[in-house]
């Protein structure tokens, strides 16, 4: 008998907590999407349906250039910022921006969490941070900069891999190969290829070239064994960034 109430107890205990949203998985969400440029209700809508991330990477302008701000939420109203106060659950609108801003979107009631997005303003050379990955024939580790993220106006000036090129061996050690060489480089839109000779040295281009592309690198370091890529491996380049 003692055992029933005590089951009966904590089931009472679990609905109250459910009740009052606290511990229990929330099934209402907010999705905060920032693009660069002035995008129509159905640019936003398709930019969303091909996989653009809502948040986590940081979008990069030209003083004074447009940003569209597009969300959604399971029902709430959210306060918009900076300065758009409240909004209704689902809306877009635009915002030009002059100096590094924070997009910030806060449901008005419910359980889902706030989002932001980062803007930053280029006024001076600027580094930024991408990671490429191995393309599926591992011929090549690529990584796309997109327009609606980055400013078409934005050059890139030079180049840094901050990784070594290594190996795991039958044993279990880790092999590093030697450099130089180390990568060709390659953008595809500027028709445009470069050396980078060795890891945390600093390449700089011969012109400025758009930011916005596709970027991919050819491994020419000697490994001294027959390679295999680690095609869930990824590798950061650090590339600085100039407004023209």
Known sequence: MKSLRLKISLILLGLFVCFFNIGCPC??????????????????????????????????LCKGEEVTICWHTSGANIQL?????????????????ESDTTVKATPLTGCAGSKE??????????????????????????????EQFVSTNIKAIDITAQWEPTVVLPDGSTLTCTTPPFLDGFHQEEVFGFQIRSPFITETFTRRLKAVGHWAFVLKADCGVDFQCNPTASFEFNITLVCD
Not at 38 to 54: F, K, M, S, V, Y
């Open 27 to 60: 099934e209402e969400h907010l999705n905060l999407y920032v693009f660069v440029g002035h995008l129509t209700p159905d640019e936003c809508r398709r930019a969303i349906q091909e996989g653009r991330e809502d948040t986590g990477q940081v979008r990069f």
């Open 81 to 97: 910022d900076p300065g758009f106060g409240m909004q209704d659950a689902s809306g877009l609108v635009y915002l030009t921006v």
């Open 117 to 146: 997005v980062k803007i930053k303003v280029v006024t001076e050379p600027t580094p930024s941070t991408w990671i490429g990955k191995w393309n599926r024939e591992c011929s090549a580790i690529e990584f796309e900069i997109h």
